[in-house]
């Protein structure tokens, strides 16, 4: 018995905490995806890009001096008119044609590399590490763990509980739901469609941007960092169902615990094997996901 | 009078024949001029104008965006060259090729035909970068350095034989294999069951009251891609003497998908054009530039929003209204 | 302004020691990765090749006529850079190819240059099958292969940590599992114990998960393989959850570089490994070196600029040597050739085509390669495994 309560204490439990701090990870890059399909039905392949645009301009505005709390803040700022634009010129450009699914994907895969090739010629190709904001490390129940971690588990929620707030609580998120229902009725009901699916796709890109500067002390930043996470958070999406935030969140976690305890016990060259053969599983029997769509019920 | 669909495909067909007649002059102008590195680039183009070819098939006739096409060509590939690595038999590498294409393009179908859209998008995406993460860690297959030694082989005829180390004469060959290639896909989608895929495409819930099977047809049309894809990728050794993961990567079946819709969706022949500009464009660009990727992606984005129907779109209603006069005349 | 008129000074010498027929320059093509993940390294090969083809051509060119480079990006794969190798021999007919940086690339490229009955050198790869199992007449290697790079930290490690508790970390693929394999029996021969292996995916995003194994190893030093932007990762994060206290951490020549460095700050201080060049080898070519180095670039140079200026001077002596461009007489020349780097004297042995050199091994202190100890090219080669010829 005891052997087993050590074991979870020093094995399993550890692994677990790490685990949940990828899971956050994942978690954030995957609610400004889900976001974005939930609401304008447009699935962004360049997402991965956004999140390494918002550590690149928290570097570049770190290194004239601004605390890395204010770019916290700044970034996010600062990403919104960029996808507001992005979504005006772009998107809205192929929108309305009758394979919109295909087209988009497509004008942000381009978009994609046009950004990562951008990236290598402002920045150069070799990597950057800001320095970690909260330096030090607490004991919690005899697992080690730093705080900038334990300060990203806790921000996390945070920024979960604050979307979801927007999304479900406010005004504007029920405008928003209903430009994604049905857009014709919420016109004329008096909805500024054209500003609601802007403001939408921006907002979703600005979550990235967070997403971006919030892990670049753990992660660094390098032109190419926009596929670290993107298949991970494709599959967090869709097994959690797209455009559910609930289902990013519970998606997020168990697919990174999945990960994080079979690395313990297999090689780890088979956690992304693992991951995706739960998501066509999950495809297989439960096609719209843990949580089902956005705005549809 | 012929149908809607007939006239663009014999527009097709003319376009077929402009392309066939530039490669002639092609390789005679690199023959006089001892040419090797156009002819084999040349050569190239047409390899990957084959996967463009079967990621047309599904995006133009089923409306599936495959994001991973490259796993059946790279499958072709790495077959290919083990085979010829035993065997230097032209036919053996062709037949093992076919083979393990129809086997994994029926299992990669079943998996993938259980959704749409931009799931069949996504799905296909992972599978491919599992599978190329597999062969990127597999002693067997020579992990991420690859397979070098492929040797050179005769393709053999019976009455005549052609080296893959001439320049000119694989690259005709090369021609003709990926013409035949075409012709088959226009033929096939042509029949009823091309005719039923397209159906299938406009409106799948209505489909089965007509009477059909909508499962079969569509897995049917995935598995042929699959074999175009893994045919066309069982050349590359041949033409380069060697195979290497970077094969089946993400970049392999994204340019694909570039060369498609830069060519035209749903034309076929699209895809040989495109899959010939884009080889071109990289070779030409890519000596200017390292940052090629910008020039590509931006020429891309701006096909996608000004030229939706692609280059094909604006060549063939042309030559459609030319076809058209001539039958009144 | 300044270079080309010294280009023309140099051409003007040049015609005036040979005659006329010195206006044909040599071509030498580079196919480098100058985009994707290897781009940092790219930088550097561009860097020395093109410092020491400047000294070259102002001090005459090479058997009086100048050298060209043709740079092409391979974007660090072999498909790529099978097509350019191609273009560069048969369009732009060079006689003399280098620049490829990932094993697979220079192996493909290797087999595109024997086809073509032409020459190449890496200055980068360092898995050992480019000059033994997958060994070329046609290839040649100018920088230390990882059985070299092991060989001098293993004496370092029994010198400096004798019995040493060894636990390794490698990318799971095949130059990672090989160096794991080659350092692990370097080590064990000099005395060390091994207490287990992790083998982590390419472009893992969080090494904590390994950290769990890694404490209950209890090991005193750390052998690691990995590269890049993954070596920025491994160790800062290790230094987040203070695992770099009581642990001495080793690893190969390309798992810290000047590419890395900087973004891997405090984290690489004390990191130690066995590697062909350091920017502090305190000779007065080497301090020559790094100022003009540092002049033109504003960097340091590592060991791929290092060994990339390094060639174009053995290339040169070869074709000196031979009285042409000629692919068998180069070869021939090439073969036991003697010549100067930064670095000290080097030897291409003929058996395998693999550079002898003096190896370093060298520690991080204050953000520089500080050299702690030296191994002579004779002790670190080993045996000539070549097959081919």
Same mark, same amino acid.
């Given at each position: 018995?005891?052997?087993?309560?050590?074991?979870?204490?020093?094995?399993?439990?550890?692994?677990?905490?790490?685990?949940?701090?990828?899971?956050?990870?994942?978690?954030?890059?995957?609610?400004?995806?889900?976001?974005?399909?939930?609401?304008?039905?447009?699935?962004?392949?360049?997402?991965?890009?956004?999140?390494?645009?918002?550590?690149?301009?928290?570097?570049?505005?770190?290194?004239?001096?601004?605390?890395?709390?204010?770019?916290?803040?700044?970034?996010?700022?600062?990403?919104?008119?960029?996808?507001?634009?992005?979504?005006?010129?772009?998107?809205?450009?192929?929108?309305?044609?009758?394979?919109?699914?295909?087209?988009?994907?497509?004008?942000?895969?381009?978009?994609?590399?046009?950004?990562?090739?951008?990236?290598?010629?402002?920045?150069?190709?070799?990597?950057?590490?800001?320095?970690?904001?909260?330096?030090?490390?607490?004991?919690?129940?005899?697992?080690?763990?730093?705080?900038?971690?334990?300060?990203?588990?806790?921000?996390?929620?945070?920024?979960?509980?604050?979307?979801?707030?927007?999304?479900?609580?406010?005004?504007?998120?029920?405008?928003?739901?209903?430009?994604?229902?049905?857009?014709?009725?919420?016109?004329?009901?008096?909805?500024?469609?054209?500003?609601?699916?802007?403001?939408?796709?921006?907002?979703?890109?600005?979550?990235?941007?967070?997403?971006?500067?919030?892990?670049?002390?753990?992660?660094?930043?390098?032109?190419?960092?926009?596929?670290?996470?993107?298949?991970?958070?494709?599959?967090?999406?869709?097994?959690?169902?797209?455009?559910?935030?609930?289902?990013?969140?519970?998606?997020?976690?168990?697919?990174?615990?999945?990960?994080?305890?079979?690395?313990?016990?297999?090689?780890?060259?088979?956690?992304?094997?693992?991951?995706?053969?739960?998501?066509?599983?999950?495809?297989?029997?439960?096609?719209?996901?843990?949580?089902?769509?956005?705005?549809?019920? | 009078?012929?149908?809607?669909?007939?006239?663009?495909?014999?527009?097709?067909?003319?376009?077929?024949?402009?392309?066939?007649?530039?490669?002639?002059?092609?390789?005679?102008?690199?023959?006089?001029?001892?040419?090797?590195?156009?002819?084999?680039?040349?050569?190239?183009?047409?390899?990957? &104008?084959?996967?463009?070819?079967?990621?047309?098939?599904?995006?133009?006739?089923?409306?599936?965006?495959?994001?991973?096409?490259?796993?059946?060509?790279?499958?072709?590939?790495?077959?290919?060259?083990?085979?010829?690595?035993?065997?230097?038999?032209?036919?053996?590498?062709?037949?093992?090729?076919?083979?393990?294409?129809?086997?994994?393009?029926?299992?990669?179908?079943?998996?993938?035909?259980?959704?749409?859209?931009?799931?069949?998008?996504?799905?296909?995406?992972?599978?491919?970068?599992?599978?190329?993460?597999?062969?990127?860690?597999?002693?067997?297959?020579?992990?991420?350095?690859?397979l070098i030694g492929v040797p050179i082989i005769n393709v053999n005829f019976g009455f005549a034989a052609i080296s893959s180390a001439s320049p000119a004469g694989f690259f005709l060959f090369t021609l003709a294999f990926i013409i035949?290639?075409? &012709?088959?896909? &226009?033929?096939?989608?042509?029949?009823?069951?091309?005719?039923?895929?397209?159906?299938?495409?406009?409106?799948?819930?209505?489909?089965?009251?007509?009477?059909?099977?909508?499962?079969?047809?569509?897995?049917?049309?995935?598995?042929?891609?699959?074999?175009?894809?893994?045919?066309?990728?069982?050349?590359?050794?041949?033409?380069?003497?060697?195979?290497?993961?970077?094969?089946?990567?993400?970049?392999?079946?994204?340019?694909?998908?570039?060369?498609?819709?830069?060519?035209?969706?749903?034309?076929?022949?699209?895809?040989?054009?495109?899959?010939?500009?884009?080889?071109?464009?990289?070779?030409?660009?890519?000596?200017?530039?390292?940052?090629?990727?910008?020039?590509?992606?931006?020429?891309?984005?701006?096909?996608?929003?000004?030229?939706?129907?692609?280059?094909?779109?604006?060549?063939?209603? &042309?030559?459609?209204?030319?076809?058209?006069?001539?039958?009144?005349? | 302004?300044?270079?080309?008129?010294?280009?023309?000074?140099?051409?003007?010498?040049?015609?005036?020691?040979?005659?006329?027929?010195?206006?044909?320059?040599?071509?030498?093509?580079?196919?480098?990765?100058?985009?994707?993940?290897?781009?940092?390294?790219?930088?550097?090969?561009?860097?020395?090749?093109?410092?020491?083809?400047?000294?070259?051509?102002?001090?005459?060119?090479?058997?009086?006529?100048?050298?060209?480079?043709?740079?092409?990006?391979?974007?660090?794969?072999?498909?790529?850079?099978?097509?350019?190798?191609?273009?560069?021999?048969?369009?732009?007919?060079?006689?003399?190819?280098?620049?490829?940086?990932?094993?697979?690339?220079?192996?493909?490229?290797?087999?595109?240059?024997?086809?073509?009955?032409?020459?190449?050198?890496?200055?980068?790869?360092?898995?050992?099958?480019?000059?033994?199992?997958?060994?070329?007449?046609?290839?040649?290697?100018?920088?230390?292969?990882?059985?070299?790079q092991s060989a001098a930290l293993a004496v370092w490690l029994s010198k400096d940590k004798p019995k040493a508790n060894v636990f390794y970390l490698g990318p799971d693929y095949e130059m990672g599992r090989s160096t794991v394999a080659?350092?692990?029996?370097?080590?064990?021969?000099?005395?060390?114990?091994?207490?287990?292996?992790?083998?982590?995916?390419?472009?893992?995003?969080?090494?904590?998960?390994?950290?769990?194994?890694?404490?209950?190893a209890r090991a005193q030093v750390l052998y690691t393989s990995v590269a890049g932007n993954d070596t920025v990762r491994l160790l800062t994060q290790m230094q987040e959850f203070g695992l770099l206290t009581n642990l001495t951490v080793?690893?190969?020549?390309?798992?810290?570089?000047?590419?890395?460095?900087?973004?891997?700050?405090?984290?690489?201080?004390?990191?130690?490994?066995?590697?062909?060049?350091?920017?502090?080898?305190?000779?007065?070519?080497?301090?020559?070196?790094?100022?003009?180095?540092?002049?033109?670039?504003?960097?340091?140079?590592?060991?791929?600029?290092?060994?990339?200026?390094?060639?174009?001077?053995?290339?040169?002596?070869?074709?000196?040597?031979?009285?042409?461009?000629?692919?068998?007489?180069?070869?021939?020349?090439?073969?036991?050739?003697?010549?100067?780097?930064?670095?000290?004297?080097?030897?291409?042995?003929?058996?395998?085509?693999?550079?002898?050199?003096?190896?370093?091994?060298?520690?991080?202190?204050?953000?520089?390669?500080?050299?702690?100890?030296?191994?002579?090219?004779?002790?670190?080669?080993?045996?000539?495994?070549?097959?081919?010829?």
């Amino acid at each position: 018995m005891s052997t087993a309560i050590e074991y979870f204490q020093f094995v399993l439990a550890p692994q677990m905490l790490i685990g949940l701090v990828l899971g956050v990870a994942v978690i954030l890059v995957a609610l400004g995806l889900t976001i974005i399909f939930g609401l304008l039905d447009v699935i962004n392949m360049s997402h991965g890009e956004f999140y390494a645009l918002g550590a690149f301009i928290a570097l570049a505005l770190g290194s004239i001096g601004l605390p890395f709390w204010l770019l916290v803040i700044l970034v996010p700022l600062v990403m919104l008119p960029i996808g507001y634009v992005v979504e005006r010129g772009l998107i809205q450009r192929v929108f309305h044609s009758s394979e919109r699914h295909v087209t988009t994907l497509l004008l942000t895969f381009g978009l994609g590399l046009v950004m990562e090739d951008a990236f290598r010629l402002v920045f150069g190709p070799n990597p950057h590490k800001p320095e970690t904001p909260i330096p030090g490390a607490i004991d919690v129940f005899g697992v080690f763990l730093p705080l900038y971690r334990l300060f990203l588990i806790v921000g996390g929620a945070v920024i979960v509980a604050l979307v979801a707030v927007v999304v479900y609580r406010t005004r504007l998120g029920a405008m928003v739901r209903a430009a994604a229902f049905d857009r014709h009725m919420a016109a004329s009901l008096g909805v500024p469609v054209q500003h609601v699916y802007a403001g939408a796709f921006a907002f979703g890109v600005a979550l990235a941007g967070l997403a971006g500067v919030l892990l670049a002390p753990i992660y660094s930043v390098f032109p190419t960092m926009g596929r670290d996470f993107i298949l991970m958070a494709f599959t967090v999406v869709i097994v959690g169902g797209m455009g559910s935030i609930a289902g990013v969140v519970v998606a997020g976690l168990l697919l990174t615990q999945v990960q994080a305890i079979s690395s313990l016990y297999i090689s780890p060259v088979w956690s992304d094997p693992i991951v995706f053969g739960i998501m066509v599983i999950m495809l297989m029997v439960r096609p719209q996901g843990l949580f089902g769509r956005l705005g549809h019920g | 009078m012929a149908d809607a669909l007939t006239r663009s495909m014999r527009a097709s067909h003319v376009l077929v024949a402009i392309l066939v007649v530039a490669s002639l002059i092609f390789a005679a102008v690199g023959v006089a001029k001892g040419d090797t590195f156009y002819l084999r680039l040349g050569t190239e183009a047409l390899i990957f &104008a084959g996967l463009a070819l079967s990621v047309d098939i599904l995006l133009g006739y089923t409306g599936l965006l495959s994001l991973g096409q490259a796993l059946y060509f790279g499958l072709g590939a790495y077959v290919s060259a083990l085979v010829l690595m035993v065997t230097p038999s032209f036919w053996a590498a062709m037949g093992g090729a076919f083979a393990a294409a129809v086997v994994v393009g029926v299992v990669g179908g079943v998996i993938a035909n259980r959704v749409r859209g931009v799931y069949f998008a996504l799905i296909t995406f992972g599978m491919a970068q599992v599978a190329a993460k597999v062969v990127y860690n597999m002693r067997s297959l020579g992990a991420s350095d690859g397979l070098i030694g492929v040797p050179i082989i005769n393709v053999n005829f019976g009455f005549a034989a052609i080296s893959s180390a001439s320049p000119a004469g694989f690259f005709l060959f090369t021609l003709a294999f990926i013409i035949i290639l075409y &012709a088959l896909a &226009a033929y096939l989608l042509d029949t009823p069951f091309g005719r039923l895929l397209i159906a299938l495409k406009a409106n799948e819930r209505r489909v089965p009251f007509l009477g059909y099977d909508t499962v079969t047809p569509r897995l049917m049309a995935y598995v042929i891609a699959a074999v175009i894809a893994a045919l066309s990728g069982a050349l590359y050794p041949m033409l380069r003497g060697f195979v290497s993961p970077e094969l089946l990567f993400f970049s392999t079946s994204g340019n694909a998908v570039i060369t498609v819709v830069t060519g035209g969706v749903g034309t076929l022949i699209g895809a040989l054009y495109g899959g010939i500009l884009l080889t071109l464009l990289k070779s030409v660009i890519g000596s200017y530039t390292e940052h090629h990727l910008v020039v590509i992606g931006l020429l891309f984005m701006g096909a996608v929003i000004f030229l939706p129907r692609g280059l094909m779109g604006i060549v063939r209603p &042309a030559i459609e209204r030319l076809l058209a006069r001539r039958t009144k005349s | 302004m300044t270079y080309k008129t010294t280009m023309m000074a140099a051409l003007l010498a040049a015609t005036a020691l040979s005659g006329a027929q010195a206006a044909d320059p040599i071509k030498i093509g580079v196919v480098t990765p100058l985009s994707g993940t290897y781009a940092g390294i790219g930088q550097q090969v561009r860097w020395g090749l093109e410092l020491a083809t400047k000294e070259v051509n102002a001090a005459g060119g090479i058997a009086g006529r100048q050298v060209e480079l043709i740079f092409e990006d391979e974007e660090a794969n072999p498909a790529v850079a099978v097509q350019k190798a191609d273009k560069l021999f048969q369009v732009n007919k060079v006689d003399f190819l280098t620049g490829t940086v990932n094993s697979g690339s220079t192996l493909a490229v290797g087999q595109v240059a024997e086809r073509a009955g032409k020459l190449i050198a890496t200055t980068v790869s360092f898995a050992d099958s480019i000059t033994t199992d997958k060994c070329s007449p046609n290839v040649f290697r100018v920088n230390a292969r990882a059985g070299q790079q092991s060989a001098a930290l293993a004496v370092w490690l029994s010198k400096d940590k004798p019995k040493a508790n060894v636990f390794y970390l490698g990318p799971d693929y095949e130059m990672g599992r090989s160096t794991v394999a080659a350092f692990k029996s370097a080590a064990e021969k000099v005395g060390a114990t091994s207490s287990g292996e992790v083998f982590a995916p390419l472009d893992s995003k969080d090494y904590t998960q390994y950290f769990g194994q890694l404490r209950s190893a209890r090991a005193q030093v750390l052998y690691t393989s990995v590269a890049g932007n993954d070596t920025v990762r491994l160790l800062t994060q290790m230094q987040e959850f203070g695992l770099l206290t009581n642990l001495t951490v080793v690893g190969a020549s390309g798992t810290v570089t000047a590419q890395n460095l900087p973004a891997i700050g405090k984290a690489a201080e004390g990191f130690v490994t066995g590697v062909g060049y350091s920017a502090q080898i305190d000779t007065p070519e080497n301090k020559k070196f790094v100022a003009a180095f540092q002049a033109a670039n504003k960097m340091d140079p590592d060991l791929y600029g290092a060994d990339s200026y390094g060639l174009i001077y053995a290339y040169k002596a070869a074709v000196e040597k031979a009285g042409s461009t000629d692919t068998d007489k180069v070869r021939k020349a090439l073969e036991d050739l003697k010549w100067q780097t930064p670095q000290g004297e080097k030897t291409l042995r003929a058996g395998d085509h693999q550079a002898i050199q003096t190896m370093y091994v060298v520690r991080v202190t204050g953000g520089k390669f500080m050299t702690v100890g030296q191994v002579s090219g004779d002790d670190a080669i080993g045996p000539d495994a070549c097959p081919r010829f």
